[in-house]
């Protein structure tokens, strides 16, 4: 048993039940414990691998994407190009090249910005950045970023905030916790709380008993707060992440662990846990403040931006093996089978620069 489950356990025979995010939050986030806090996530030695983990390609385009928001927004200097949880800071590398070869007046003139919650991976993106020509700072939220135009992307940040989960029993929705059963194991019980009907998916009425649905006010909150940035100062924003494009009923909770699934309770603390996201209710808010929304799968995203054609680049005086892993690469990214149709994209960008 992980120091992490006895704690918990601990937890709810002192304090009872807990809710789905409570425990999502201390899984992932918890000071001494938490996955995010103590562990080494990402790469084949770790629990799974993120995209610019792939291939170069993939920051190389999201750069490109950012650089033509900036262009069409006029060019703003001084303005903000920031990642939002950067994992081990290889995007931000592949980003800071492709813009030094694009413009190096861009690189001279704007800041480059990390927002990153955990001491430990700050330390290891200060090390995959080392040498960097640029002003670059590390923020742990979007509230001491300077008050300029802000072009930011988040890469699979949204599936690791906390969500709520409601199950449909006898005859209303209740919150989903975890407590303990008989013999003092984590297990999920249906709470006290209700939900707020507004909150629930159109198709919710017709439930069948023990559906389950996904709340995320965490996410709604941290998507509510970038958007009141780009709105207040300009900008835009590229938000990438497993999930759907329409609201829906379903459990998406999921531990991954040395890449493969496992049960959500088995190891706190040494599986990542994720959950779909829910990229319709962030498109409302974005909309709410005012900003233009697109969305679209990272497949047909990667390929509008160029994809195959910087692949060829990068083929075209390669050997044979080279060649392949670039094409594997192609497929990994933007294969409808790989991560293509499962990853959704949502470009956040100002009314007037729609398209």
Not at 44 to 64: H, N
Not at 68 to 95: C, H, N, S, V, Y
Not at 337 to 350: I, Q, R, T, Y
Request: with cysteine.
């Amino acid at each position: 048993m992980t120091r992490l489950k006895e704690r918990i356990i601990g937890l709810i025979g002192a304090a009872g039940p807990i809710p789905v995010s409570e425990y999502m939050a201390l899984c992932l986030f918890d000071p001494e414990e938490g996955y995010y806090t103590t562990r080494e996530p990402f790469g084949a030695a770790g629990d799974f691998v993120t995209a610019p983990e792939i291939s170069q390609m993939f920051g190389e385009l999201v750069a490109i994407w950012l650089y033509q928001a900036w262009q069409g927004a006029g060019r703003p200097l001084p303005a903000t190009f920031a990642e939002i949880g950067p994992g081990r800071g290889t995007l931000m590398k592949d980003m800071l090249r492709t813009w030094s070869r694009l413009d190096p007046a861009l690189v001279a003139g704007a800041s480059f910005a990390m927002i990153e919650t955990s001491p430990r991976l700050a330390e290891m993106q200060k090390q995959t950045l080392a040498g960097q020509n640029v002003a670059l700072a590390w923020h742990q939220n979007l509230d001491t970023l300077p008050p300029q135009p802000l072009f930011i992307v988040g890469n699979e940040l949204f599936d690791a905030v906390p969500i709520r989960q409601f199950v449909y029993v006898g005859a209303g929705w209740r919150e989903r916790v975890v407590g303990l059963d008989g013999a003092d194991e984590l297990h999920f019980f249906a709470g006290a709380g209700s939900v707020d009907p507004a909150l629930l998916p159109p198709d919710a009425a017709d439930a069948p008993q023990g559906a389950i649905v996904e709340v995320a006010p965490a996410r709604s909150a941290l998507m509510s707060q970038i958007a009141e940035r780009i709105a207040g100062r300009g900008g835009a924003g590229l938000i990438i992440d497993y999930g759907h494009l329409q609201p829906g009923i379903g459990d998406t909770f999921q531990a991954l662990r040395h890449h493969q699934r496992e049960d959500v309770l088995a190891n706190p603390g040494e599986a990542d846990l994720t959950a779909h996201v829910d990229f319709a209710s962030l498109a409302e808010i974005v909309r709410a403040h005012g900003l233009d929304v697109q969305l679209s799968t990272q497949g047909e995203f990667l390929l509008g931006v160029g994809l195959l054609e910087r692949a060829g680049t990068l083929g075209a005086h390669a050997d044979a093996g080279t060649r392949q892993a670039i094409s594997d690469a192609v497929e990994r990214l933007a294969g409808p089978d790989a991560m293509g149709e499962l990853f959704k994209v949502m470009k956040v960008l100002p009314a007037a620069n729609a398209g």
